[in-house]
């Protein structure tokens, strides 16, 4: 879409993103990685990105702002979970794909041509006591040995440093509106500065939405990041199997759940999201989260869930049968969304609009609705008045990368980008069937969606979650094979 209008605040104008993607990846309270394994990797010299490639990333982005200009990035807080207990650290994706910096309480400040270091990197300092506590930080020290950093500052001196560095720029590249708290700083060390233009000193006069640019290097994988998420698609396909293999009827949704947890865990990976597990009716819920209903004999059971590993996220949902076996009914729409998402994935190709692989789907969606009775209407009328979407409500995908919303604009000058090597999307049609839609009873509470990572290269799609069979004769010849086994 077009840019908004300049707006002008105290006398310095805010230029604001493209996109609503400048809020979306904000503070994830999920966890990523262990902090104090990850900073074992990285001193060990065995991070699985080497620090070449966020020195590449960074001076990719100064590049692009320019020599007059500064950005700005901190860290993510740490946020309480309850009283004095808090949620699993997870670094700013922006933060981390600049720095691979896995602590809080830090600030990133590139400054394109300083003479005396343009990577600066405020950080905690080392405490042999707060290290028996929490575990080793880096230090100023090894921010800039095993960092890239060009200089390293306490981050109790910032107040002091970071005006300094800000003086002489004329814009400020920065996230505004995800940290309040961080706003108010950033606003003061600004201000600070137009507080000497009388004395000499020279003032920014613009704070640039940071997203704008970032958020377009990002929406690019590199090889080394293509890798992390295969390997996050991988260990998320194997944890989906799991679940295939050990759901019986009579469990609970938070048992599959539980299965789902240990498979992450135990490759080294965490959850990208809530898992949704959905049994029957619930299946038809879009952003389910309770997962603690029993599972019944003739229901599907719907999950979405996703495997996070060293911040790079996969995202897959599997619909099959509780008891192994697909009824006639769930079959039937089973297969319309399966040829939805195949007719979809043969879009992502490059040159293809965005939004062509939504259409792909909508039209096998619509057409096989049609077929079954569930839709009135030629093919041409239910797609011009959208009444598919009773059935089918959401869009068939989205970016995937650091986030499983991923940041990146999808319309540029409002027409659909086009698809280009290196990006990655979702696939991910769907049917559901509310338990009180107006239509013959046994089609009522089935929920089901199918979803895929897929990555734009040169010549054909590369789906990295095949190891989750999505063919429901091969679903239901694993969950045939696994009972067979559970028996003996």
């Not at 840019?3 to 990523?32: K, M, N």
């Not at 004999?297 to 590993?309: N, Q």
């Amino acid at each position: 879409m077009p840019r908004s209008p300049p707006r002008r605040r105290g006398g310095t104008r805010y230029i604001e993103p493209r996109s609503e993607t400048f809020l979306d990846a904000g503070f994830v309270a999920h966890p990523c990685y262990d902090l104090a394994a990850a900073a074992r990797r990285t001193a060990s010299g065995s991070a699985v990105i080497d620090r070449k490639e966020f020195a590449r990333r960074r001076k990719q982005l100064m590049h692009l702002v320019g020599d007059d200009a500064i950005c700005i990035v901190p860290a993510a807080p740490e946020r309480l979970r309850n009283n004095d207990s808090h949620y699993p650290y997870r670094q700013d994706s922006d933060f981390h794909y600049l720095t691979g910096f896995p602590e809080p309480d830090a600030v990133l400040a590139l400054i394109p041509g300083r003479e005396h270091g343009q990577e600066i990197l405020f950080c905690r300092e080392r405490d042999p006591e707060r290290e028996a506590w929490d575990g080793a930080r880096a230090g100023p020290e090894g921010a800039v040995e095993r960092y890239g950093m060009d200089d390293a500052f306490p981050i109790g001196d910032i107040d002091d440093i970071l005006p300094g560095m800000i003086e002489g720029r004329s814009r400020v590249y920065y996230h505004f509106g995800r940290d309040t708290e961080f706003d108010i700083k950033m606003i003061g060390w600004v201000n600070r500065v137009r507080a000497q233009v009388r004395r000499g000193a020279r003032a920014p006069h613009e704070f640039v939405a940071l997203g704008h640019l970032l958020h377009d290097l990002r929406l690019y994988k590199t090889r080394d990041e293509l890798r992390l998420m295969r390997k996050a698609a991988k260990i998320a396909a194997g944890a989906h199997v799991r679940a295939m293999r050990s759901v019986r009827p009579g469990m609970n949704e938070h048992e599959v759940e539980a299965e789902l947890l240990h498979d992450f865990r135990r490759h080294g990976a965490v959850a990208s999201y809530e898992p949704i597990v959905g049994g029957g009716k619930n299946g038809c819920v879009l952003h389910y989260h309770a997962n603690n209903a029993p599972l019944r004999d003739g229901d599907l059971l719907l999950i979405d869930a996703g495997a996070e590993y060293e911040c790079y996220a996969s995202d897959i949902t599997r619909t099959f049968p509780v008891n192994g076996k697909f009824s006639p009914e769930q079959r039937a729409l089973y297969d319309i969304v399966l040829a939805a998402q195949r007719a979809a994935i043969a879009q992502i190709k490059p040159g293809k609009p965005y939004g062509a692989y939504h259409d792909a789907a909508v039209r096998v969606i619509a057409s096989g609705l049609i077929k079954l009775g569930l839709v009135k209407g030629t093919l041409d009328k239910v797609l011009r008045e959208k009444t598919y979407r009773t059935f089918y409500m959401h869009k068939t995908g989205h970016w995937l990368g650091l986030d499983v919303h991923d940041v990146g604009d999808y319309r540029i000058d409002g027409e659909d980008r086009e698809l280009e090597p290196g990006m990655v999307v979702t696939v991910e049609p769907g049917i559901y069937v509310a338990p009180d839609a107006k239509v013959a009873a046994k089609w009522r509470g089935i929920g089901i969606r199918i979803e895929d990572d897929v990555v734009v290269t040169r010549h054909d799609p590369e789906v990295i979650t095949t190891d989750v069979p999505s063919d429901p004769d091969e679903i239901e010849a694993l969950m045939a094979k696994a009972r067979l086994k559970h028996a003996s």
